[in-house]
């Protein structure tokens, strides 16, 4: 599967009311597309950060959603977003549950590696980290998306509520270092998010 995410800046006054529009117009929109297998929306109310995942069964799904829904894309984005950056990546792993209540939290983990390190940090993720993060309580869903050409990575771990997130730091940064120290990878940045929507995806 494929991924494309957007990520926006704002006024945090103006995050609900996009987020809204694109956890409804926005989730309908894309359901109409050709290949679409999923979707999230993630918002830090305090700091002003939106985070959009879609998922799609191909490349060629992707790319012609993100042309035939531009225009309206940019429109219901713009009484929030004053910046705005578009990634499109490839989901190496993907473990979700089927249901999420309301409270649910998103972890964003983001690493550097060189390119041809990628197959080795996923073979890392899958056989080594993958069993024992899954025994994480709360834990709800868990994505490893990778970007082959400029040599990047994500790790995306939905959890139940707050308070498993939470009790969950220090055991997901220990999984961290031992990827770091395995796949000879870096992390650039670990952010964290309350969960607008989130729709079961495939596994991959």
Do not use: C
């Amino acid at each position: 599967m494929y991924v494309r995410s957007i990520y926006a800046t704002g006024d945090p006054a103006e995050l609900d009311g996009v987020a809204e529009a694109l956890r409804t117009e926005g989730r309908e929109l894309l359901s109409a597309q050709p290949g679409f297998r999923g979707m999230g929306v993630f918002v830090d109310r305090e700091i002003g950060k939106l985070l959009v995942g879609s998922w799609w069964e191909d490349e060629a799904s992707r790319q012609a959603s993100y042309e035939n829904l531009s225009e309206r894309r940019t429109e219901m984005m713009a009484p929030f977003a004053q910046t705005m950056t578009v990634d499109n990546w490839e989901a190496a792993v993907a473990r979700r549950a089927d249901t999420l209540g309301p409270g649910a939290v998103f972890r964003l983990v983001r690493i550097d590696v060189e390119p041809s390190g990628i197959d080795l940090l996923v073979d890392t993720f899958r056989d080594t980290s993958l069993p024992g993060v899954q025994k994480i309580p709360g834990l709800a869903g868990l994505s490893l998306l990778i970007d082959r050409g400029r040599g990047r990575a994500a790790i995306g771990a939905l959890y139940t509520d707050r308070d498993a997130l939470t009790a969950s730091r220090g055991a997901v940064a220990a999984v961290r270092g031992e990827i770091t120290a395995k796949a000879r990878v870096s992390t650039s940045s670990v952010e964290e998010f309350e969960v607008v929507l989130a729709t079961a995806v495939p596994h991959a």
